[in-house]
């Protein structure tokens, strides 16, 4: 029970800090994406490599953890989510490629430059949008493992207005992420308002998608709504989180940057919190009426033990590192300006 304990919370740690981390790296994206300036490309492109990227080791050691932990439920993951799973790699792959190529390519030219940067922000926008998908389907219930047919056993689960939703919202949270941790990266006036405008535009998106989650979870046949209200734990995180928008918009607007990225990540752990209390110990949800739960789809004790320790030896060496990378990359704090 005690190795239990460890894997799970590993996962749940490296899940939520994927989020928190990885995220804001996606969302830098797909805010270039949708509008930028030449300053304010300068500011993302320095702010996300290398700190950003390092931070999608945590999706790595989350699917190892899935894959020897919890092996029914990764199997039912990569069978029926393969579809969304597979485009959400190669986002995360094409994006990656593109920006050291965009940075490191030993000719930039301005067409290879146009190109590279094109991949980027699409790429980043379909690892945000699938990522939402894919934990959409875990938690609509369509999820057949016996299906009949193609369609049935692999579209129906999340090609559907509740995943596709909160595939938006997902987009939503991690370009807001992204640009509350950018308003700190330079010093340079013009470019902190980009942020601080981007900020207020993506909160205000989020809060309206979420809306939309919550329809789209009705026409769907999923009861979010009654979930919600029947749990007082997940009930008390949302109420946190829709308590403190009005603060949150007064720090972005006064540009504090050490408090509006506390709020912005707790922002973001109230509504994953919720999310988690809301579904455990239910990790998938089926479309017989059942699930496959955590604790019931483990793997053998002895697996755990060695995954455990492994878990644990591994942070003492990962984690000062990742502090280390810090220090020496951003240890100088923000740029005076572009």
Do not use: C
Not at 87 to 99: D, H
Not at 308 to 333: C, D, E, N
């Amino acid at each position: 029970m005690f190795m239990y304990i460890v894997v799970l919370s590993f996962l749940l740690l490296s899940l939520l800090l994927y989020a928190l981390l990885g995220g804001a790296d996606f969302g830098a994206g797909v805010i270039q994406l949708l509008s930028t300036t030449p300053k304010a490309e300068k500011v993302i492109g320095r702010a996300i490599g290398p700190i950003w990227e390092a931070n999608h080791m945590w999706l790595v050691i989350a699917v190892v953890i899935s894959f020897m932990g919890f092996p029914a439920i990764f199997k039912v993951v990569s069978t029926a989510l393969h579809i969304p799973v597979f485009i959400l790699l190669l986002g995360i792959i094409f994006r990656g490629t593109a920006y050291a190529f965009k940075h490191y390519d030993a000719i930039k030219d301005e067409k290879s430059q146009l190109m590279y940067h094109r991949v980027f922000v699409w790429g980043s926008l379909v690892s945000t949008l699938f990522i939402g998908i894919t934990f959409g389907a875990m938690s609509l219930g369509k999820i057949d493992p016996n299906a009949a047919d193609f369609y049935t056993g692999y579209i129906a689960p999340w090609f559907n207005f509740f995943s596709i939703s909160v595939g938006f919202l997902t987009t939503a949270l991690f370009a807001f992420l992204a640009a509350v941790y950018l308003i700190g990266e330079n010093e340079d006036p013009e470019v902190k308002d980009f942020f601080i405008a981007k900020a207020w535009k993506w909160l205000l998106a989020s809060v309206a998608i979420g809306i939309v989650v919550f329809v789209a979870a009705y026409v769907d046949g999923l009861p979010l709504f009654n979930e919600l209200i029947s749990s007082p734990l997940s009930m008390l995180a949302i109420g946190f989180a829709a308590g403190s928008l009005p603060l949150m918009f007064s720090t972005i607007r006064k540009g504090k940057v050490v408090l509006a990225r506390l709020m912005a990540g707790a922002q973001t752990v109230l509504i994953l919190g919720a999310w988690l209390l809301l579904h455990y110990p239910h990790a998938i949800m089926l479309s017989n009426g059942g699930s496959l739960d955590l604790y019931d789809s483990r793997a053998p004790d002895a697996t755990l033990a060695v995954l455990g320790w492994a878990l644990l030896l591994g942070s003492l060496f990962i984690l000062p590192a990742l502090g280390y990378l810090y220090v020496v990359f951003k240890g100088h704090g923000p740029e005076e300006s572009i």
